[in-house]
């Protein structure tokens, strides 16, 4: 070890033993974005916002939660909604942030559709995306379970009985996840520890993953521009800001994020305070009651789509049972979106309404999930069933269609 | 070259060792999400079906299952390999649970049905699907029969085998 | 076959839409992008919330606080039965109406026909069976009558004397030479004028109860409380309780269920569970509701109902009020928040373009 100088001042200090100036110039001032992107690129920074601001409430909320069947609820409703001084508050934005992150998450990602950000050098960067949608949908799921409220349990039940389905084990399955017949305490607590431990360490690691991800591919820009960036970086660094085509993560990206975050915490909190019952459903106000079904039964918002995807195969097809049919068409919708960048043969990168074919499989898709996301709540009786199990058809045709036009769309392209 | 392979045998080794003493702890802690043993011994629950009344739903509650207990009356027909005599009269003894994703069907007694309101699916007083999603009737549970009064859930009597068996045979149910 | 239409319509509009929003270069790109950005998640927020909720939640007559029976014979007609018999009743309920009661008189009658099963604790009628013995005798304890001349309406104190089961609106639990008899026997037997002047009675008697005492220096919203809370108490416990307010049935949950075949819900957080609009059509007329629900149309006025559900929300919401209040503070922070983040950035960019 070389010897140290005596330092002049506290940052000095800490330069010399962990050598924070190049930490900082690496992380941040010198960590290159591309400078043509809009404000779609800032859905990172603003998840990681509302993750930060749903691991501090749930922080808060742990405090007084009690994972026991015949206290949670209270412990809730109660206790954290009446009594802890400002535990409504810390509730609400757990509740609501949980729903809303879904949201942010579904932008991020078709963002990521749409501008082609999932094509060739930059898989690692989507498939670590979607582990942390298949993450956050565990997160959801398992803390949906906690206010231990009528959907709640029912959620709860219904979910697990979909691994009833899986040949062989599935009976079994289905009680050695529940730990019991049914839904019980022995459910209730070990969700408990995955919605509080296991989950959000998993998340956080999965986080770390995809910042890193971004470091080799970079990230896209608005017109899937290739270009080289150490002469971009080079010019910048000489004081041609304007001339280059990147910008440094710290400030002039992060600004950018800051900005459309604070925009977008004044609805967030306007939700917060005003409209919360999308989100802490009125149903899950009574408590749970295993023997007794809710009229309608529905997951949260997220996962309609793929809610209606399981429940659109509403009868038999050639000999295959309805259950089993809607069973493989959901395990087929969860792990579709993960093959994405080997199902698009274009090697075009650009916005979707540039490529010839994509832009039309694109809107297509857009409309199908909203088309299921409404169905998946309704009551699937009469034609409601019809258009679900349409819907569900088309989600199927629309992704086993993908590889083949987009095969045509690189033809088309090179042609030219 | 002989100390390399050596040490290359060894890490190997090592790594196998220790490949062996993860996977005892893997299923170590897969028994730890196991029920435990008084949930899977939880017992039986005796019934006094002379409680029932005609055409009128009763729901007990076994192994945290709701079983359904309809008593027919003398306008519905019995249904051969579902309904279970008990004493004078037949009775639907099942499962509450619908066969598509377990919800608890309603009775409708104007209509001698059930009608799940999850997704739809109807059933018969005997608990034999007829719309919707529902994959099969609505299941039976073990049960024996002690007198004209008392039935018992969980317990496998001749009169449950019977049915089982009977079912089994008929291809048009499995 | 309506819903259908109206997603698939809104999907073809909101794809067209798209393009030609694509299109308007006139408009900054960002806004253009934001524009699509909020209109499909319009979209969505619009076909899993307020049209979910009109097709799963039928749209209902709206409360009436009359009591004259009109929606009762609209509801039979609709539903296609004979309403010769509800017309006679209600307006037979309409012509003792007209009559001015007299409350000395109305006192001898209340004493000779009520005072035996019902207390009126605060008229000097104490409880004579203990509610174990009423348990025992009619399946559930009658109520006490010191308020009823204030939280009931008029109309329907006169439609219950005269035959409770068809004020209460429950003739489907109890029909006509079935095997069930409610508790109470019907009046209508009684001349018009002395079911007036018996209403009439516990209308002065009800005014004559003192407010709730309470401890000095109360805040208003103790005294609201209190108020409420003793409206709720004589309306809602004899059947239900409300843990979150140490409130406990005066029937228990297994002679109710013996007495109705069901067990009324603890009503704790139905302010949250239903919300204020359903609590009000329901206390309203709960079977137009609810068909079929063990819960009888109780006859709340406009302003105890209010009171009612005004209490459960200072239980069940308690923290509205400072919900209410921290909300605009929030959210005017974070606009000059933003203004700053807005500026910030601003000063930074200024270089790179």
């Known amino acids: ?416 | 070259m002989i100390n390399e392979s050596r040490r290359g045998f060894m890490g190997k080794a090592f790594g196998a060792v220790a490949a062996v003493g993860a996977v005892g702890s893997l299923v170590a802690m897969k028994k730890t999400w196991d029920p435990l043993p008084s949930v899977m011994a939880a017992g039986f629950t005796t019934v006094d079906v002379s409680k029932l009344s005609d055409n009128k739903l009763e729901i007990a509650k076994w192994q945290g299952k709701p079983i359904f207990l309809l008593r027919f009356a003398a306008d519905m027909p019995a249904v051969e390999k579902r309904s279970v005599k008990v004493g004078e009269h037949y009775y639907s003894i099942m499962i509450g649970l619908c066969t598509h994703l377990g919800c608890i069907p309603a009775y409708r007694d104007a209509t001698h049905d059930f009608k799940c309101a999850c997704h739809g699916g109807e059933f018969t007083a005997a608990g034999v699907h007829t719309f919707g999603p529902p994959p099969r009737p609505l299941d039976i549970p073990p049960f024996s029969i002690k007198d004209e009064n008392t039935i018992v859930l969980g317990e496998a009597g001749p009169e449950y085998k019977a049915l089982i068996a009977s079912l089994s045979t008929d291809s048009n149910i499995a | 076959m309506f819903a259908i239409i109206v997603g698939l319509v809104v999907a073809v509009i909101l794809i067209v839409l798209n393009i030609v929003l694509s299109r308007i270069s006139f408009v900054p790109k960002e806004i253009r992008i934001l524009s699509i950005v909020v209109i499909m998640v319009s979209y969505i927020y619009w076909g899993f919330e307020p049209f979910a909720h009109h097709e799963m939640h039928p749209h209902v007559a709206e409360a009436t606080y009359a009591f004259d029976g009109k929606a009762d014979i609209e509801a039979l007609e609709e539903a296609g039965k004979d309403i010769a018999d509800a017309e006679i009743f209600w307006s037979s309920v309409a012509k003792v109406a007209q009559h001015q009661g007299n409350a000395q008189a109305g006192k001898e009658l209340v004493i000779a026909n009520c005072t035996g099963c019902h207390s009126m604790t605060h008229a000097g009628f104490p409880q004579i069976m203990s509610d174990a013995d009423s348990i025992a005798s009619y399946g559930v304890t009658p109520p006490d009558l010191s308020l009823s001349g204030k939280i009931y309406d008029r109309n329907y104190l006169i439609a219950f004397i005269s035959n409770p089961v068809k004020a209460m609106h429950i003739e489907h639990k109890y029909p006509v030479g079935g095997e069930k008899v409610f508790p109470m026997p019907a009046s209508d037997w009684m001349q018009p004028q002395e079911i007036a002047d018996m209403v009439a009675f516990l209308a002065d008697s009800a005014s004559a109860v003192p407010a709730p005492v309470l401890k000095e220096g109360a805040t208003e919203v103790e005294i609201s409380k209190a108020a409420n809370k003793e409206v709720f108490e004589a309306a809602c416990v004899r059947c239900h309780s409300m843990d979150y307010a140490g409130i406990t049935a005066r029937t228990s949950g297994e002679d109710m269920n013996k007495y109705i075949g069901a067990i009324p819900p603890d009503l704790s957080q139905h302010i949250r569970s239903r919300g204020d609009e359903y609590l009000h059509n329901f206390i309203n007329d709960p079977q137009r509701k609810l068909p079929g629900t063990g819960m009888p149309r109780v006859g709340l006025t406009k302003d105890a109902e209010m009171q009612v559900v005004e209490y459960m929300t200072q239980i069940g919401d308690s923290k509205k009020a400072q919900r209410e209040e921290l909300g605009p503070k929030i959210l005017i922070y974070l606009a000059i928040l933003a203004v700053f983040a807005l500026l910030w950035k601003r000063q930074i960019w200024k270089d790179l373009h």
Not at chain 1, 45 to 58: C, D, E, I, K, S
Not at chain 1, 286 to 315: C, N, Q
Not at chain 1, 338 to 364: C, E, G, H, T
Request: charged content about 15%; aromatic content about 20%; glycine content about 8%.
């Open chain 1, 1 to 416: 070890m070389a010897e140290f100088e005596k330092a002049n001042s506290v940052g000095e200090w800490f330069d010399q033993r962990l050598n924070t100036s190049g930490f900082w110039r690496v992380m941040m001032t010198e960590y290159w974005i591309p400078k043509n992107i809009n404000f779609l690129w800032a859905m990172g920074a603003l998840l990681a916002m509302m993750f930060t601001l749903l691991l501090v409430t749930g922080i808060f909320l742990l405090m007084y939660y009690k994972p026991d069947v015949n206290m949670a609820f209270d412990s809730v409703n109660y206790t954290i909604m009446q009594e802890v001084a400002y535990g409504w508050l810390f509730r609400n934005i757990h509740g609501v942030g949980a729903s809303v992150v879904f949201l942010i998450i579904y932008i991020h990602m078709f963002t990521g559709i749409y501008y082609g950000s999932y094509k060739k050098g930059r898989e690692m960067i989507w498939l670590s995306g979607m582990l942390l949608f298949v993450t956050f949908s565990a997160e959801g799921f398992s803390g949906y379970m906690l206010p231990w409220g009528q959907m709640s349990y029912w959620a709860a039940y219904v979910i697990t009985e979909i691994f009833g389905g899986i040949p062989f084990i599935g009976d079994e399955l289905v009680i050695w996840i529940r730990g019991n017949f049914y839904v019980s305490d022995a459910t209730l607590t070990r969700f408990f520890m995955l919605h509080v431990l296991l989950i959000p360490m998993a998340i956080l690691g999965a986080i770390v993953f995809h910042f890193y991800t971004l470091r080799f591919p970079h990230v896209n820009n608005e017109e899937g521009e290739f270009f080289d960036y150490k002469e971009e970086s080079e010019k910048y660094l000489k004081g041609d800001k304007a001339h280059s085509k990147v910008i440094a993560f710290w400030p002039d990206f992060l600004s950018k994020d800051f900005m459309v975050i604070t925009i977008f915490m004044i609805f967030f909190f306007y939700l917060v305070f005003y409209n919360n019952d999308f989100a802490m459903d009125p149903v899950n106000f009574d408590k749970a009651d295993g023997m007794k079904t809710p009229a309608h039964i529905y997951p949260e918002w997220y996962f309609l789509w793929s809610y209606e995807v399981l429940r659109g195969f509403f009868f038999d097809i050639a000999g295959i049972s309805g259950k089993s049919l809607g069973l493989m068409a959901f395990g087929f919708a969860q792990a579709i979106f993960m093959l994405l960048p080997w199902l698009d043969r274009s090697p075009m990168v650009k916005p979707a309404n540039q490529r010839p074919i994509f832009k039309y499989w694109f809107w297509f898709l857009m409309a199908d999930l909203f088309i299921l996301t409404i169905f998946g709540k309704l009551p699937p009786t009469g034609a409601n069933a019809w258009v679900g199990f349409a819907s569900s058809v088309t989600f199927l045709v629309l992704f086993i269609a993908l590889p083949f036009l987009t095969k045509i769309e690189a033809k088309i392209a090179g042609g030219k």
